[in-house]
């Protein structure tokens, strides 16, 4: 990135930590067609409808904070709508009127625990992967086992095969050999009676 193009990175970047919501700059009061101490063009429905949802602690006169000193509600030119207040004319969105007692500096008590929610403390997490790494170990030594056992029965079967097989050949021989036996015996006597 050459310098140019920071310098113009740097004019359009706007630091937005020096604005804070429900501040109003001159200019934007200017664009807005403002007064110096008049109401915002969206008072009117933030007295309906309530104040922004997502900033809940933000102060804003006439809807739950009182209004500045030269402002008075209404309905005429630079007037500040209704005070939003229900039947019994209390506030609906926070003190309107600025009557009530300062709320009192929240009590310190035992310091807040700032830690991830559902961590795992050090000993518990050890402790389940000792846990888990016998639960492996165990497994494997079963399969080993189970492994070991089936070669001994395939070499068991394998030898049990192999000597079968071999009293068979024993057997065919020893039929072989009555067999030559009874030939050659049968071949003297052909022999002897020539």
């Known amino acids: 990135m050459n310098k140019q193009q920071k310098l113009n990175q740097l ?17 934007l009061r ?19 409808y309530g104040p ?12 739950n904070a009182p209004l500045p000193p030269v402002a008075q509600y209404g309905y005429h030119p630079g007037g500040w709508g209704k005070p939003p207040v229900d039947e019994l004319g209390r506030g609906l969105y926070g003190d309107v009127f600025g009557t009530a007692a300062p709320a009192p500096p929240p009590e310190i008590s035992a310091p807040i625990e700032r830690k991830h929610w559902g961590e795992l403390e050090e000993d518990e997490f050890f402790e389940e992967e000792e846990e888990q790494q016998q639960q492996e170990q165990e497994q494997e030594q079963e399969e080993d086992n189970n492994n070991n056992n089936n070669k001994k029965e395939s070499i068991n079967n394998e030898n049990t095969k192999a000597v079968e097989s071999i009293e068979l050949i024993e057997q065919e021989q020893s039929q072989n050999n ?5 030939i050659e015996s049968t071949k003297e006597q052909v022999v002897e009676q020539e």
Do not use: A
């Open 52 to 63: 922004p949802p997502s900033y809940p602690n933000l102060k804003i006169p006439g809807v």
């Open 30 to 48: 200017k664009s807005l067609g403002m007064s110096p101490n008049g109401p915002p063009p969206w008072l009117i429905n933030m007295q309906r």
């Open 178 to 182: 009555e067999q030559t036996t009874e």
């Open 11 to 27: 004019k359009f970047e706007v630091n937005i930590k020096e604005k804070t919501p429900g501040s109003l700059s001159i200019d």
